[in-house]
C-alpha cells in the first residue's frame, strides 16, 4: 500500500507539471494574439488618420 502512494504522488507531479506547461503556452499564445490585434489596429488607425489627412487636402 506504501508504493502505491509512491505511484500515485509521481503521476500526480507529472499531471500537474503538464497542466502547468499548457497552461504557460496557452498564455502564450494568448499573448501573440493580442499583439497582433493590437499591431493591426494601429495599422488600421494610421491608414485612417492618412486617408483623412489626404482628404483634407484634396478638398
Do not use: F, H, P
Request: net charge positive.
Amino acid at each position: 500500500m506504501g508504493t502505491r502512494g509512491v505511484i500515485g504522488d509521481k503521476w500526480s507531479m507529472r499531471i500537474l507539471w503538464a497542466c502547468a506547461i499548457g497552461s504557460a503556452i496557452s498564455l502564450y499564445m494568448v499573448a501573440v494574439e493580442r499583439q497582433k490585434q493590437n499591431r493591426d489596429r494601429m495599422m488600421a488607425e494610421s491608414l485612417q488618420a492618412m486617408e483623412s489627412e489626404g482628404s483634407g487636402e484634396k478638398v
